[in-house]
C-alpha cells in the first residue's frame, strides 16, 4: 500500500503553494507563498522516487533524512514526519522557508534530473513544521538532567541557536550575548519577512527562552563586555557573530548621501515592521518610497534589496549586476520573485562612479562582457570601453556582499588565529579555535554564506563542546 503512494512523479506533475498575485504581494511584507492543504502535500511528497542514492539528501547541508519524511508525508504520517525533519534540523521551518533549495536539495532531485520536475521539498518541510507548531507538536525542550557546566555563545543567529538548542537538550547552562535587542541575528534584522514572517524565529528563541537559556542582549563584545570576562564565566565559548561588515567600493562620489549599505537599509525596515522608531526610515535616508532605486549586487541579499523597495513604494528598482542571469549567485527562484513585482535586472553592467556631488543623482554605469572562465569556471566579467551610460537613482544601496571585522583586535584576543580573508581559523570537524575551549562557527568562519550551514556548524560545534567539557577540557585550560 504504501509503495502505491510513492513513486507518483510520471503522472503528477510538480507544484509549488500559489503564490499570492505580485500586484497584492508588492503592497504587503507578508511570505508570499500561501499554505499547503495536507492533500496537496501529500500529493507533492509522494511524487518521490525513493531512489537508491538520495541526492536531495546528500546535497543538504544538515544532510536531512528527506526521502523518508516524504514518504510518511504520502502516509499522511504528519507528525512521525514532522519529528524526523526535525532529529537532524534545528529549525526545519526557517529552512523551509529560506534555503536556497534550487541550489540544494531540489536542485539535485533525480526526478528532476530526469525531466520530471523536482519535488517541492522546502514547503513540505515548512508545511510540516508549521502544522507541527499548530498541533502542539513542537514540544518543550526538556534536559533529562541538569549540568553544572556552562557554554557563552557570541551572537543570537542561527549558528549561536542551534548550538544552544543543543546543549540546553544536554543540560549545559547556556548564555547567549548580542549586541541587538532581539534574537535571531539576520533572520531577525537581515532578511525580509516576506520571506521570513518574524513570529516564526520568535517562537523558537521563546522555545530557547522556556529552556532556561539566557539571552544577554544589547551587549556589545569588546565594548560592553570584554571576550576575557566572557571565558572566565563559562568552561566554553562559542563564536557565532556572523560577518556584518558591509564591502565597499573605492570609486567617484561614493560618500554621497544616498548611498546606502543594504544591511543597513533592511534592518531599518526591519525594525519599522517591529514598530520600533526608526529616524533614518522617517526621514527619508533608508526608504525607497517615492524614489528612483538601484541596488549593486546579485546575491540574495540584493534581493532581498529590490523586493524590500518595491513594497516601500519606490518609484523604479533597477538591479545591477555585472555577469549574465546564468552566473548570478542569488536564487533564480528570488529573481523570478522580484521580476514579477516589477523590478528591473540590468545584467552585465557595473557601476563605474556616482553624479551629483554631495547628493546621489545617478549611477555611471560600464557595460560588460563574460570573457574567459576564471578559477573556478565562471567567466570573468570584462569592460566593454565607450559604453558607458548615467543611471539616474535618488537611493543607490550596496549589496556587495559582507567582510568580518578584525575580532582578535576588537576584543584584544591576540592569540585568536585568523585566515587571510579575516575569518576565524577553526577546525573542519570540531570547529576549535587556536584557543583552548573557544569555537566558532557560522559565516565567521565560512566568509558570508547559507543559515542551513550555520545550523549545521552550531550542531556539530555543540557535540564537541560536550566531548571537550566530558574529558575536562575545562579544567585542563584553567591549569
Known sequence: MAKERMLRFVNVSR????????????????????????????????????CGVPFCQTHCPLHNNIPDWLRLTAEGRLQEAYELSQATNTFPEICGRICPQDRLCEGNCVIE??????????AIEKYLTDTAWENGWVKPIKPGRERTESVGIVGAGPGGLSAADVLRRAGVQVTVYDSYDRAGGLMTYGIPSFKLEKDVVAQRVEQLEAAGVQFVLNCTVGKDLTFD????????????????????????????????P?????TASNRKSFGDEVPEYDNGTLNAAGKRVVVIGGGDTAMDCVRTAIREGATSVKCLYRRDRANM???????????????????????????????VEGVVVQKMRLGAPDATGRQMPELIEGADYLEPADLVIMALGFEPEALP??????????TRWGTIRADFKSHATSLAGVYAVGDIVRGASLVVWAIRDGREAADAMLAYMAEGGAVAAAE
Open 262 to 266: 543594504a544591511l543597513e537599509f533592511l
Open 409 to 418: 583586535m576588537l576584543w584584544d584576543q591576540p592569540e585568536l588565529t585568523v
Open 113 to 122: 534530473k530526469s525531466g520530471h520536475g523536482t519535488v517541492t521539498i522546502g
Open 15 to 50: 507544484e509549488m503553494p500559489e503564490k499570492r498575485p505580485p500586484n497584492l504581494r508588492a503592497q504587503d511584507f507578508h511570505e508570499i507563498y500561501r499554505e499547503f492543504a495536507a492533500a496537496k502535500a501529500a500529493e507533492q511528497a509522494s511524487r518521490c522516487s525513493q
Open 329 to 359: 549567485p542569488g536564487s533564480q527562484r528570488e529573481t523570478q520573485n522580484a521580476e514579477e513585482e516589477g523590478v528591473e535586472f540590468v545584467w552585465l553592467s557595473a557601476p563605474k562612479g556616482f553624479t551629483g556631488g554631495t547628493v
Open 229 to 260: 570576562a566572557i571565558r572566565g564565566q563559562h568552561d566554553a565559548v562559542l563564536i557565532a557573530t556572523g560577518v556584518y561588515k558591509a564591502r565597499d567600493l573605492a570609486m567617484p562620489g561614493i560618500g554621497a548621501k544616498g548611498i546606502v
